[in-house]
């Protein structure tokens, strides 16, 4: 299969980063056109950064100077994919969906594609056909940064990469996979949340014990991540309100010492008025008084 890419800006920055992390080229090209048109800009409010929009609320890296370098991001975008994809067991869909939304059964961001709606794993694949990628793009990605887990510590990320290895090496469904599979759940939760290692692993473990390997990933290693983004966002959230009703109070007050100043400069403005009258009184006065003295004279 062609895998070269003709007439793609950052062509050269994305090949080389899909050959480190064992990507299609034109997929990761592809995830590019859509976030950003292969555009080297700052979007999302202000959150996405670089081609392929790493957000800063949840990426360390997006907050430094090397997310703007075309090269570095396309390396960053390719290894958070090539962990999503190992993550899902090679399934595409489920790792641009998790890219875009936190999760593999997610619709995302919609496109309109000649009147229709389309989700955002749906038009990435549509993207990657039309720029010649033909049948399911390479899904043998190699290790690399979990879409979430990444942010949180280096232990979760051996972690949740050790289990993938060792759950490769189990028939997928089987009850090895599924154990690998709560150790990985676990792991992430604990790589996110910080909480107790032993007691993390045993729900893990517990999970697979029940004989389903998806609920296993997804009660106990995304309940645990999609806890500790919700309270981030909460705190950010206080945080912003917090902000605004200051900068709110501080207008007010602009605003009343505006008003003050406008109701002084009014006083001020009427007492020169009366000064002027009363002055003009006075001549009137004395030339009263001098046209009085002139007729007794």
């Known amino acids: 299969m ?14 080389a980063a899909a050959a480190r992390y064992h990507l299609d080229p034109k997929l990761l090209a592809a995830v590019g056109l ?12 202000g959150h996405g950064h670089g081609v392929f929009q790493i957000d800063d609320r949840w990426h360390a890296f997006a907050k430094s100077a090397a997310a703007m370098d075309p090269g570095e991001n396309a390396d960053y975008a390719a290894s958070m ?14 790792a641009l969906s998790a890219y875009n939304a936190g999760s593999p059964n997610a619709t995302g961001t919609l496109t309109d594609w000649h ?3 389309v989700g955002y794993a749906d038009s990435v694949l549509l993207r990657y056909q039309k720029l010649g990628g033909s049948g399911t ?3 043998d990605a190699g290790p690399g940064r979990d879409g979430t887990a990444t942010t949180a510590s280096s232990k979760g990320d051996r972690f949740v990469s050790f289990g993938t290895t060792i759950g490769s090496m189990f028939n997928p469904g089987g009850f090895g996979s599924q154990v690998i599979n709560g150790l990985m759940g676990a792991g992430e939760t604990f790589a996110a949340t910080g909480g107790n290692l032993g007691a993390t692993i045993a729900g893990g473990l517990t999970g697979a014990a029940t004989g389903s390997a998806t609920s296993t990933i997804g009660n106990i290693g995304n309940a645990g991540l999609d806890s500790a983004q919700q ?6 959230n206080v945080q912003e309100e917090q902000q605004l009703n200051f900068q709110l109070q501080m207008q007010q007050q602009a605003n009343m010492f505006n008003d003050m100043t406008d109701e002084k400069s009014e006083i001020m403005r009427e007492a020169n008025t009366l ?4 002055m003009e009184q006075k001549k009137a006065d004395t030339e009263i008084t001098k046209e009085f003295i002139k007729s007794i004279g």
């Open 2 to 15: 062609d895998t070269t890419l003709r007439g793609v800006p950052f062509a050269a920055q994305i090949t």
């Open 34 to 45: 859509q976030e950003t048109g292969l555009q080297n800009i700052v979007g999302d409010g």
């Open 81 to 94: 994919l090539a962990g999503l994809i190992a993550r899902y067991g090679g399934n595409v869909h489920a």
């Open 115 to 117: 009147g229709t709606l």
């Open 137 to 139: 793009p390479l899904a």
């Open 231 to 236: 309270s981030y966002l909460n705190q950010t």
């Open 275 to 278: 000064r002027n009258v009363s």
